[in-house]
């Protein structure tokens, strides 16, 4: 059982309730809560209305389509000049699109830069790390410790088994990035409203496995397919990132095994905080 997991289908305990040690006060929990509406409320106001976005991809995709049969014809004719004769109308429809889509990506533009770069909104943002500082020193988390990512799953149970519940159905997992350190003898992993605490000995072993899946969100300051990050050859869409290994830590509670998954360029720090190597699985 992933303790980063949530059943969609049942109200009441989470998993990840049973592991954690201590909770930020009420008092920082509304901060956080009001300033992260602040800025759900600034990215609805940089967003266009979802009726725009569908005309400009749809603009883009008949721009594309329209531009390959062109290009197809002129392949055919071997003539430019004869495809502009038979296709002015075609012509024209391609000109008015690519105004219309060049527009569109820079009123996009204007858009987004006229809400982030408002000092109103640079205020805020300086207002949230101070909170956001205040909350991991209440809560004891070492603010020079690493950050990893941890794979957090929806599931619900059909059939006797469970099976992935993730909104949409775009991806198996969400990605939360988390501060991982040691404390009395347990390993720890909080953020800025939990800790979660895992004693040493009760790990029994790090796996590194073989298997495809999709996560959503990208937490690193470096993009996927640079720097240390290129050699894992994550594949993405720009919406979900693709990904086929990861780190399964497996843990002991009341007779019971639990895990943690990370994603495997953020295994190893797990391996090294720990103090065990991982069991690689991936060439079975």
């Not at 950050?147 to 909104?167: E, G, Q, W």
């Not at 397919?225 to 830590?249: C, F, H, P, Q």
Request: glycine content about 4%.
């Amino acid at each position: 059982m992933n303790i980063f997991s949530r059943n969609t289908e049942v109200d009441g305990e989470e998993v990840i309730e049973r592991f954690i040690d201590r909770k930020i006060s009420d008092e920082k929990g509304k901060k956080l809560t009001e300033e992260g509406n602040y800025f759900d409320n600034a990215n609805r106001k940089a967003r266009f209305p979802f009726i725009l976005d569908i005309l400009f991809f749809i603009a883009i995709a008949a721009f594309i389509m329209i531009a390959f049969g062109i290009i197809n014809k002129v392949i055919q004719d071997r003539t430019f000049n004869i495809v502009l004769n038979q296709s002015l109308v075609l012509f024209i429809i391609e000109g008015v699109l690519l105004v219309f889509i060049i527009c569109m990506f820079v009123l996009k533009r204007v858009k987004v830069k006229k809400v982030v770069n408002s000092d109103e909104y640079k205020n805020k943002i300086d207002q949230y790390r101070t909170i956001e500082k205040e909350c991991l020193e209440e809560l004891n988390i070492p603010l020079d410790s690493p950050h990893v990512d941890v794979l957090f799953s929806f599931y619900k149970i059909k059939d006797n088994r469970m099976v992935n519940a993730f909104p949409s159905g775009v991806a198996d997992y969400a990605v939360f990035n988390l501060n991982i350190f040691k404390e009395d003898n347990c390993l720890c992993l909080g953020d800025f409203t939990i800790v979660v605490k895992i004693p040493l000995n009760s790990i029994k072993t790090i796996q590194l496995e073989s298997a495809k899946y999709r996560f959503y969100g990208w937490n690193k300051d470096i993009p996927y397919n640079k720097g240390e990050y290129a050699k894992y050859k994550i594949k993405s869409n720009n919406l979900v990132y693709k990904m086929d290994k990861y780190y399964s830590l497996e843990f002991e509670k009341g007779n019971k095994t639990y895990e943690i998954f990370f994603p495997e360029y953020d295994g190893q720090i797990v391996c090294d905080l720990v103090g065990m190597s991982p069991i690689d699985n991936t060439s079975k």
